[in-house]
T-cell receptor, first 112, second 113 residues
């Protein structure tokens, strides 16, 4: 099993819909989780951090964490064409000093 | 506070040449990471430093690759000799403690002809 798994997509949603991006991880002791957005030809950009079970909302973005199921998700409400990008899930490696494992990313396409 | 600064932004060179990529981290961020990203392999960690000391270089693909961090303000990734399969985008990223996220530079797009 990969340490961090994401569906590569592409995930296509119509403009205005909710996009749901999922990530599972294998390290049960992980304490922090991050979502990055990467536009084509650009660097990954941090959009959400979550450290506790439950939901964390920031504008149109909501991160959801379930440590028991080892699952973290990102919801994007009222999806816009400008949200079209690849979304990377990142999980620090316990005992890995400062190392972080990135998922392969889910490509999101928002259709106008 | 300026972000992570990488140079050059683009590099095109011929096979066999030496390539040096540079990174200036954010002040106070004591961990520095070098990544390579390709369509086929995604984002790969090559090496990372903590307080200027290399911690894990298991991702460095071959002896042709080397990295240094002589001080807290500067790091280099060198490829000698370069090969066409080294063509990729190389990112430098930094973080300041274990629960904080990494912040990426804009990357260097490397093309080896």
């Amino acid at each position: 099993q990969k340490e961090v798994e994401q569906n590569s997509g592409p995930l296509s949603v119509p403009e205005g819909a909710i996009a749901s991006l999922n990530c599972t991880y294998s390290d049960r002791v992980s304490q922090s989780f991050f979502w990055y957005r990467q536009y084509s030809g650009k660097s990954p950009e941090l959009i959400m951090s979550i450290y506790s079970n439950g939901d964390k909302e920031d504008g149109r973005f909501t991160a959801q964490l379930n440590k028991a199921s080892q699952y973290v998700s990102l919801l994007i409400r009222d999806s816009q064409p400008s949200d079209s990008a690849t979304y990377l899930c990142a999980v620090p490696v316990s005992g890995g000093y400062q190392k972080v494992t990135f998922g392969t990313g889910t490509k999101l396409q928002v259709i106008p | 506070d300026a972000g992570v600064i990488q140079s050059p932004r683009h590099e095109v060179t011929e096979m066999g040449q030496e390539v040096t990529l540079r990174c200036k981290p954010i002040s106070g961020h004591n961990s520095l990471f070098w990544y390579r990203q390709t369509m086929m392999r995604g984002l790969e960690l090559l090496i990372y430093f903590n307080n200027n000391v290399p911690i894990d270089d298991s991702g460095m693909p071959e002896d042709r690759f080397s990295a240094k961090m002589p001080n807290a303000s500067f790091s280099t990734l060198k490829i000698q000799p370069s090969e066409p399969r080294d063509s990729a985008v190389y990112f430098c990223a930094v973080k300041n403690n274990s629960n904080q996220p990494q912040h990426f530079g804009d990357g260097t797009r490397l093309s080896i002809l």
